[in-house]
């Protein structure tokens, strides 16, 4: 069993920053894939970013590219969103999501991700 709770989230004029956590329970968290997925309103759940369980591979939606920076700490079993130049259409609640079984791939799927946290909102207003 996989717990993951995220935070970091809140309201950010358009431009500004938030950088968002997620932090995992279980010693096996190294070994997991982990992206992240947002949902806005009257929005389906879509893929932001994820990232292999070494940090060495990443992925992007193309919306967030170059604004959104997915990092991860093992040692501390937590995965990071940078997000950057925020704009009012980013806003959202934020998902993380764990992999187990694609550690070395990023999934842009999410039914192939196995766990969830519970979602922190971000409103960006203009």
């Known amino acids: 069993q996989v717990q993951l709770v995220e935070s970091g989230g809140g309201l950010v004029q358009a431009g500004g920053s938030l950088r968002l956590s997620c932090a995992a329970s279980?010693?096996?968290?190294?070994?997991?894939?982990m992206g992240w997925f947002r949902q806005g309103p009257g929005n389906e759940r879509e893929f932001v970013a994820g990232i292999s369980w070494s940090g060495g591979s990443t992925a992007y939606a193309d919306s967030v590219k170059g604004r959104f920076t997915i990092s991860r700490d093992n040692a501390k079993n937590t995965v990071y969103l940078q997000m950057n130049s925020l704009k009012p259409e980013d806003t959202a609640v934020y998902y993380c999501a764990a992999d187990i079984n694609l550690g070395a791939l990023v999934s842009y799927y999410s039914y192939e991700y196995d766990y969830w946290g519970q979602g922190t909102q971000v409103t960006v207003s203009s």
């Open positions: 279980g010693r096996t968290f190294r070994n997991y894939a």
